[in-house]
């Protein structure tokens, strides 16, 4: 498997416009994660699902922030309007459930290597 | 409020050296605790779990400890290489899928 992989890698935009950034997770990973690392907050959990449900968007900054997974291969994370203060490097990572892998099961992120958001 | 810390932002060890790095937390009972390693401009990479019934787990040249009394793991690199060289993440969950992560400690291990 190729791993998550995210598009775009880098995006530079301007204050105002609007950001989509691509994941595609792990064939046959139900879970599906959204961070975002910066300098000053670190790794924050965004927004999570499973089986393409949306479990827990408490992370979500505001409702500038939404993020959808329309099928299992598949999700986006947008921001509209974006803002300068949104700069970070936004991750998604996907994983497999507790019960698949039973009394091995260790929860592993397999993260992807990253979008990294610049708002001028 | 719920916090996870790591002992420094920055480690610097020597070679062959064993490097010691600290996670601590306070108002959580997680009951899972995971490591990661993250180079420059890459996610990070998964490296152990730890159970909160578990007080240590070993992995070639990396062991955890799980102390839920001090709320506490350290992670140990024996015979440290430049190669070790790289932020390192402490992560826990309850009984969720969803980690949070620790804010992380640089570590430079010079020849």
């Known amino acids: 498997d190729a791993g998550v992989i995210q598009s775009p890698r880098h995006e530079v935009t301007e204050m105002g416009q609007e950001v989509t950034l691509r994941c595609k997770p792990i064939?046959?990973?139900?879970?599906l994660f959204w961070y975002r690392q910066t300098m000053m907050r670190g790794l924050e959990l965004l927004i999570y699902?499973?089986?393409?449900?949306?479990?827990?968007d408490s992370g979500m900054p505001e409702d500038r922030f939404s993020a959808k997974m329309p099928n299992a291969s598949f999700s986006t994370l947008k921001i509209q309007p974006s803002e300068p203060r949104d700069s970070a490097v936004y991750f998604c990572?996907?994983?497999?459930?507790?019960?698949?892998?039973?009394?091995?099961?260790?929860?592993?992120?397999?993260f992807g290597e990253g979008s990294r958001l610049t708002v001028l | 409020s719920q916090k996870i810390e790591q002992n420094s932002e920055a480690l610097n060890i020597q070679e062959g050296k064993t490097a010691t790095l600290t996670c601590n937390y306070t108002n959580y009972s997680p009951a899972y605790l995971q490591w990661y390693r993250q180079d420059p401009g890459r996610g990070p990479v998964f490296l152990l779990l730890i159970r909160e019934n578990e007080k240590e787990k070993r992995k070639e040249r990396l062991k955890v400890t799980f102390d839920t009394t001090l709320k506490q793991s350290l992670f140990h690199i024996t015979a440290s290489q430049p190669a070790d060289s790289a932020t390192y993440l402490c992560a826990l969950t309850g009984s969720g899928q969803n980690f949070v992560f620790g804010p992380g400690t640089r570590l430079s291990v010079l020849p």
């Open positions: 990572a996907s994983s497999y459930p507790r019960l698949a892998g039973g009394s091995q099961w260790a929860g592993e992120l397999f």
């Open positions: 699902f499973n089986n393409n449900v949306p479990i827990d």
């Open positions: 064939s046959g990973h139900d879970y």
